[in-house]
Structures are given as structure tokens and as C-alpha cells.
């Protein structure tokens, strides 16, 4: 297995852009998580699915993020409008049941 | 609120010493993980334990889950220059949801 994809690897946007971060997660597996990583504040969960459907959202920073997963082999997670702040790196990581985390290799977003 | 606090959270050594980081909580966790990242990767699972009192060995890695569940450690013997990196715990709440400490970046000097 290619492990946990995701796409781009670096994306540079100007503010108020749309952006949009794209994850093909381990064949197989049942859960999806996308987290956001910086240096202030390390590794944040945004959301998860479970089988497709989104389990829990509460860390999704405000309305201009939104996340889907439209079948068991690919998600998306969106920025509109994009803002300085976004700048992080953003990880999709794929399990199965209670086993341990697979992580993409990110995607690195700067916004300008 | 961060639930798993890391320490240190940086720590440079020789190569050949031994070193101890820890994770510690005042919850208690159903199971505990500890990753290591390198530059530009994502984080790769070394670990899980699931008993208090477990402990696990990787090599030149030990790692131990507290008795109480509320607390893990990660013991590096003779490090060397390869296990540089930034080590997280993760402990899980619940169904598959894991929380993450701030993580330790260690580096390790020829």
C-alpha cells in the first residue's frame, strides 16, 4: 500500500483565495482525520469521519473551512476564503478501528 | 486546555547518552501512542500501549504506560544521531478520537 496520500505537498495562495487540500486515505480503513499542525499550537484534530460521515467537527476553526468525504477513498478539506492565519501544515491521517494512526507526508499552505 | 503535557519540550544530547521524556495527564487514557516525526514527514506510530504497567520495548526504545494510566514514558538508550526528531504522545478518549501533547524535539549531536 502507497500509505496515506496527500495533495499538494506545498500550496502558496493569496489571501482571500479559495483552497482546497486533497487525501486518498489506506485502502481499508474506516477512519479519517484531518489536523492542522504549528509551531505555537502543535497538533490540532479539526474533524474526523467515520465511514464517510463526520463524526466530530468541533475543531474546525470558523465557517471558512469545510471538510467531505464523499466516498471511502478520498476527502477534501476546503479554505474560502484563505487568510494569513491559515498558514500550517495540514495532515490527513487514516486508521482502522482502534489501531494506531497512519499521517500523509501534509500539505504545507502559506498564504500571502 | 492541553490534556497531555510533553517534557522537556526540547532536548539536545550527546550521541551514545541515554534519555528520558515524558508524557504526563491528569486524565486517564483507555490506551496511549507515541509517534516520531522528521522534517517534512508526517508523524509514524512507534508505540501503543494499552495496560497500566506495560511496557514495550523497540530496540534501543523503551516505552511504559503508568499504572494509572495517566502517564508514559519513552527511554532512548545510546542515542544516535537517527533518532533525532520530534516525539508526540497521543492518548485516546473514547472511539478513535487520540489527543495530542506538544511533542519533544530532540536532537541528537554526532
Redesign the interface.
Known amino acids: 500500500d502507497a500509505g496515506?496520500i496527500q495533495s499538494p505537498r506545498h500550496e502558496v495562495t493569496e489571501m482571500g483565495q479559495e483552497v482546497t487540500l486533497r487525501c486518498k486515505p489506506i485502502s481499508g480503513h474506516d477512519?479519517l482525520f484531518w489536523y492542522r499542525q504549528t509551531m505555537m499550537r502543535?497538533?490540532e484534530?479539526l474533524i474526523?469521519f467515520?465511514n464517510n460521515v463526520p463524526i466530530?467537527d468541533s475543531g474546525m476553526p470558523e465557517d471558512r473551512f469545510s471538510a467531505k468525504m464523499p466516498n471511502a477513498s478520498f476527502s477534501t478539506l476546503k479554505i474560502q476564503p484563505s487568510e494569513p492565519r491559515d498558514s500550517a501544515v495540514y495532515?490527513c491521517?487514516s486508521?482502522l478501528?482502534?489501531?494506531?494512526?497512519?499521517?500523509?507526508?501534509?500539505t504545507r499552505l502559506t498564504v500571502v | 486546555t492541553q490534556l497531555l503535557e510533553q517534557s522537556p519540550q526540547f532536548l539536545s544530547i550527546q550521541e551514545g547518552e541515554n534519555l528520558t521524556v515524558y508524557c504526563n495527564s491528569s486524565s486517564v487514557f483507555s490506551s496511549l501512542q507515541w509517534y516520531r516525526q522528521e522534517p517534512g514527514e508526517g508523524p509514524v506510530l512507534l508505540v501503543t500501549v494499552v495496560t497500566g504497567g506495560e511496557v514495550k520495548k523497540l530496540k534501543r526504545l523503551t516505552f511504559q504506560f503508568g499504572d494509572a494510566r495517566k502517564d508514559s514514558s519513552l527511554h532512548i538508550t545510546a542515542a544516535q544521531p537517527g533518532d533525532t526528531g520530534l516525539y508526540l504522545c497521543a492518548g485516546a478518549k473514547g472511539a478513535q478520537k487520540l489527543v495530542f501533547g506538544q511533542g519533544t524535539r530532540l536532537t541528537i549531536n554526532p
Open positions: 496515506v477512519y502543535g497538533l484534530l474526523y467515520n466530530d495532515f491521517a486508521s478501528h482502534v489501531a494506531g494512526y497512519t499521517f500523509g507526508s501534509g
